[in-house]
């Protein structure tokens, strides 16, 4: 008799909740340590490689590259599939943290693309963590539905308004910082 353990699959909702957990800790993070080190508040933890400031989004690449390989060849489970989640919410944070520089190769970290990238890919990543499965939606949840729709647009339309103000008032002061760290 051939008895086989029962393996629980992780859902997508709670894998992308760690995701986002770690998404969002490492966006964080990642501005907190920029500003201190452009402050001097902390020493320069930046990789230089041949003078050239290896940016911390091709960590993010190569950690998405690994955990993508893994996710695929290996198709963890369990608490590795939740490990997985959490090294890929890392690594989408150091990517989507500097968006703007994808965009504008050579341009500033502080681009507002980064920003506005990491509140869409923080979204994306709470509708799959938090919103019901498409088999269970119902019409009641219709009219939830609309009136998020329509904060989220409402939402959008003040953060753009206002980044563009506070980037207006902050936007010198971070480039002036940003130019004296540089090595």
């Keep these: 008799m051939n008895i086989e353990p029962i393996i629980h699959r992780e859902t997508a909702h709670r894998l992308a909740r760690r995701a986002l957990f770690s998404f969002i800790l490492t966006f964080v993070l990642s501005r907190v340590f920029v500003l ?3 402050s001097k508040e902390m020493p320069n933890l930046y990789f230089f490689l041949h003078g050239t400031h290896v940016h911390h989004l091709n960590y993010g690449i190569f950690l998405l590259a690994a955990v993508g390989g893994y996710s695929i060849f290996r198709r963890p489970i369990g608490r590795t599939a939740e490990i997985t989640a959490l090294l890929y919410g890392v690594a989408m944070g150091l990517t989507f943290d500097e968006f703007g520089m994808w965009l504008h190769l050579g341009g500033s970290y502080w681009q507002r693309a980064s920003v ?68």
């Design 36 to 38: 201190l080190i452009m």
């Design 116 to 183: 506005d990238a990491v509140i869409v890919v923080t979204a994306l990543f709470g509708l799959i963590a938090f919103a019901r499965s498409l088999k269970r939606f119902e019409a009641r949840h219709f009219g939830a539905f609309i009136v998020l729709l329509t904060v989220l647009a409402g939402f959008g339309v003040v953060l753009y308004t206002t980044s563009d103000r506070l980037g207006d008032m902050m936007g010198p002061t971070l480039h002036d910082l940003e130019a004296a760290s540089s090595p």
